[in-house]
């Protein structure tokens, strides 16, 4: 991906992307994090028959937000489909309240917009627009180094190596890298790797673009060589943590950069592929 964004809140990353973090019985995620839990295939709404484990007061409106944004980040909902509040809080068995306190947050990220009269739709975003959000990801990449970096925990390090370790098997394997397993581990390794990242306002807006960006990577694994992929994340992992051996946070931020630039010079050619 090399870009594999990663997610922005601690264990979001994840990348397993399996279908079960999708009914939102579950334990919810911490915020784009795992955005890339479960495949394409995952059932939008529980078996019939089944129920949802009841939230605790408060809990509601982050647990509807997190499963409407895995949903949207892995193409479940695609680009322009509608949505309703009423289908919503029936599924997840809560008031219209806390469901439109997840919409509005959904709104704010740009992932979907509410108009009187038309009701609320995914949001789509034309090759024009996602060059702008990519430059501007690159642009903010590079100010990781310069605004109140923080060197990684030791558990921090550990995971990232582990990370690293798991993509080696991969590549040496015979079989085909899966795309659920390349993107759970995407989102491990820049979940930690965000915690380097000590300014707030950067570490929001980075998500917000991460998340516009990821449904639009699940479409373009679909026609790419996701072995070569896999490789050229090792790379990024690779020199990440040479770099942040050393504590080296401006060579951290343009190592982001550049990999973010490869991945959409390649998806542009993805996306060349009908």
């Known amino acids: 991906m090399t870009e594999h964004r990663r997610p922005p809140l601690q264990t979001r990353p994840d990348p397993a992307r399996h279908p079960a973090a999708l009914k939102p019985a579950t334990t919810p995620r911490a915020p784009a994090a795992q955005s890339r839990l479960m495949e394409n295939s995952a059932p939008k709404s529980p078996a019939p028959g089944t129920r949802h484990a009841p939230a605790r007061h408060g809990d509601n409106s982050l647990r509807v937000y997190d499963v409407l944004r895995q949903r ?38 740009g992932l979907i917009e509410v108009k009187n009269g038309v009701g609320i739709r995914v949001t789509e975003v034309d090759a024009a627009e996602l060059r702008d959000i990519y430059e501007l990801r690159m642009a903010l990449a590079t100010l990781i180094g310069r605004l109140s970096p923080r060197p990684l925990s030791e558990a921090d390090f550990a995971e990232l190596q582990a990370v690293k370790r798991r993509l080696e098997e991969m590549l040496k394997a015979e079989a085909e890298p899966a795309i659920g397993e390349y993107a759970d581990l995407c989102d491990r390794f820049f979940a930690r790797l965000n915690n380097v990242v000590g300014n707030a306002f950067l570490r929001q807006f980075q998500d917000q673009l991460y998340n516009q960006t990821d449904r639009y990577w699940y479409g373009w694994m679909a026609k790419a060589d996701v072995r070569r992929e896999v490789e050229y994340f090792y ?27 490869m991945m959409l010079t390649r998806a542009e050619s993805y996306r060349r592929l009908r």
């Open 235 to 261: 790379y990024e992992v690779e020199e990440s943590l040479r770099a942040l051996a050393v504590n080296d946070f401006d060579t951290l931020g343009m190592i982001r950069r550049n990999h973010i630039s």
């Open 72 to 109: 949207i980040a892995t193409r479940q909902y695609a680009p322009g489909e509608r949505l309703t509040e009423a289908e919503i809080a029936r599924e997840f068995e809560v008031s219209r309240t806390p469901v439109r306190q997840a919409l509005h947050r959904l709104a704010v990220e």
